[in-house]
């Protein structure tokens, strides 16, 4: 029987989950991917094979399946009667937070299970979910063996001064650091960049990882040495509904002038900020783009305003810039965003070749440009699979 793995990704209305084999020689490839979404509203399960072909579309009442437990018993018995040949050897699963310690994937015992539950504080509105998907399997096959791969954990090698705010130091002791997030996805870039870039694998990078949620990190020498997020992943760039950066004393004045509660400002800046707030119109690119809106144009010019001081602000950090990538729904993509972007980032070197950049790539600067630009794809799943698949030995 050929093992698989399965890899999870726990939201707090989704569960998404992808299904990899494990040949003896080369790269995992997924021979399914799908979600169960809509938990607690609509309940869908929809899944497609390594070909793309729709292997379940499924819709059920709130009712027949309330939770991610019952979430993951559907997706379980989807993938058994479909890879009866396959035995499944192990569970990764995507953790937000792994604390200020864990700079590496752990496996899943009841004293670390225990360890992630004091990080739920860190990360209220993702972690439980996280631990929960955990705990599902660990009720449906007990005898699975679970790996937790953190968000956190690149970021684990910077400094201490990358780390820290300037509040009192005991604050920091306490845990109010700068943990960064999209780990798994700028550990995929980096691990990438030797076969697909060389030239700059070893040099001075900033990673630009714009999906919904965005970030940048700056990486030297493969490393994390800087990221735009911090303690929360409130931080950086603006978002698809989040502010980003911004002077905490707006969140005072909201609360003390206002007269807002702290639930009421938790959901003004996940939900209800960044592009959907600015434009009025939504949080996804692609309409943004399509709409003659001046609030969309608003959007677009502030998202890659930002995107274009968060460089400068990496590069001061590596003291000096080799290479841009573009990575994420959106730097992957979007050929106006990185054009924008670019056009900000002109006196840093950067020369873009339009051509190539319409067509989103792999190098889309110019063949003199000083500082050169990448798309690469990134594939958080597949870093969690190989993390699994290493820790588990298989
Ligand atoms: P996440 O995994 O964080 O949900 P993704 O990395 O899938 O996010 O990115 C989602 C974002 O990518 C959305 O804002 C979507 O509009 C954007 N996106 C996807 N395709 C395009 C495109 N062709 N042009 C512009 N934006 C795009």
Redesign the pocket.
Known sequence: MEKVILVLNAGSSSLKFSLFALPAAGEMRPLAVGQVEGLGTAPRLKAKDGQGEVIADTRWSTAEVANPAQALQEIIGLLRSRFQENELAGVGHRVVHGGPDYSAPLLISAEALEKLDTFVPLAPLHQPHNLAAIRAVQQARPELAQVACFDTAFHRTQSMIADLYGLPYEYYERGIRRYGFHGLSYEYIAATLPAVAPEIANGRVVVAH????ASMCAIHNGRSVGSSMGFTALDGLMM?TRPGNMDPGIVLYLLQQEGMSAKQIEDLLYKRSG?LGLSGIG?????L?ASDSPRARLAIDLFTYRIARELGGLAAVLGGLDALVFT???GE??AR?RQLVCEKARWLGVELDEAANDQNGSRISSADSRVSVWVVPTNEELMIARHTRKLLGL
């Open positions: 714009l999906g919904s949620g698809g592009l949080n996804d690119m692609r309409v783009e994420a729904g959106i993509n979007s965003i």
